[in-house]
């Protein structure tokens, strides 16, 4: 019988467990929870905050044995196998590069994955080179509705994606992100984007002259270029409500999916002009899979753990996601233009929560 996997969470905020406090979300939303679908698989056995009393409090709330307001302290005493690392973005390259220093096996990261490429980068090379598995938790990629688009653009029942319209309300490294990434699965590799940033959240331009290499996040614009000329058009603006949607023309149907939105027209005869197709509400069943998104990263972890398979969400995946907002930046400081992906440049580092 395989022995219990030991795990530790660095950062104990929302994501790491606290949303599950919120009456309104339902089910595995936590890092603390998807492992706690897994009782015989894997335990947490330690949390840190760099705040004591969090660290106190998040251990009790969740009742796990030990706590400690430093991640070297618990990553040197626990002697873990897997670690979450939901601490904040500028912090999260250190704290992936001492976990595996001491020896940890598996690695779950919140997104954006870094602050940068260059540590991004790092971070690739440094779990290859030790065999890490490490997971990045854009979640939808384990969605069982998201995952049902997947597999009708790759059936081409409806033909190949023609265009892909992406809203959402956040920042673009830090809710951006999660649109960039699910763009690249459902479309492929990105070549070029053009940018444009919105200092909604009073960040401020001038944090993006040439000689600045920090700067805080930015909402904007981008039209992001894929494969077989398909272009996407992002908009990332805050309103005075939440939304994350994207809006998937095929050649045969339209697919519009978000938070709480799955939608399906396909096309068929007009009944206002002759010689015209016109599109009307399809039904559409999502596909089942035994764990709810979050369990499922978990599980997608722990598997890739014993059997070396390859994981739904990689870092090389999150980095591809990364580069695009890198990219917006870049495109933006240079009047808008378009720029080639990838990047030569990697040192931008950007101040996302």
Request: aromatic share 10%.
């Amino acid at each position: 019988m395989k022995r219990k996997l030991r795990a530790g969470i660095i950062g104990c905020g929302r994501i790491a467990g606290l949303l599950q406090d919120d009456p309104l979300r339902k089910g595995v939303v936590t890092h603390i929870a998807a492992y706690a679908a897994f009782p015989k698989t894997i335990a947490v056995v330690a949390c840190v905050s760099r705040h004591k009393e969090q660290a106190r409090s998040f251990a009790q709330r969740f009742n796990i044995k030990t706590w400690y307001d430093d991640h070297r302290s618990m990553l040197a005493k626990e002697k873990l196998d897997v670690v979450s690392v939901c601490a904040y973005t500028d912090s999260r390259y250190a704290m992936i590069k001492d976990a595996v220093d001491h020896g940890v096996r598996g690695i779950f990261c919140e997104k954006p994955v870094a602050a940068s490429l260059k540590e991004v980068d790092r971070i690739i090379a440094l779990c290859k080179k030790n065999n890490v598995r490490i997971i990045v938790n854009h979640t939808r990629r384990w969605g069982h509705d998201y995952r049902t688009v997947k597999r009708l653009i790759e059936s081409k029942e409806f033909g190949g994606v023609r265009s892909v319209t992406g809203y959402f309300s956040g920042a673009i490294f830090h809710t951006g992100t999660h649109m960039f990434d699910i763009m690249n699965y459902f479309c492929g590799r990105p070549s070029a984007v053009i940018g444009s940033l919105a200092h909604e959240r009073g960040t401020r331009f001038d944090q993006l002259a040439n000689g600045k290499m920090v700067f805080d996040d930015f909402d904007g614009h981008a039209f992001i270029f894929y494969p077989g000329n398909v272009v996407a058009n992002v908009v990332g603006i805050p309103k005075h409500y939440f939304i994350f949607e994207l809006d998937l023309h095929l050649e045969k149907a339209r697919i519009r999916i978000g938070n709480g939105l799955f939608e399906l027209s396909t096309t068929g005869p007009s009944v206002r002009y002759s010689g015209f197709n016109e599109l009307r509400p399809s039904i559409v069943t999502v596909d089942t899979y035994p764990l709810p998104p979050l369990a499922w990263a978990v599980d997608d972890l722990v598997r890739s753990l014993r059997t070396r398979k390859k994981n739904i969400s990689t870092a090389v995946d999150a980095r591809m996601a990364l580069e695009i907002a890198f990219g917006i930046v870049h495109s933006h400081r240079q009047g808008h233009k378009k720029i080639s992906l990838p990047l030569t440049q990697r040192s931008l580092r950007v101040r996302a929560r």
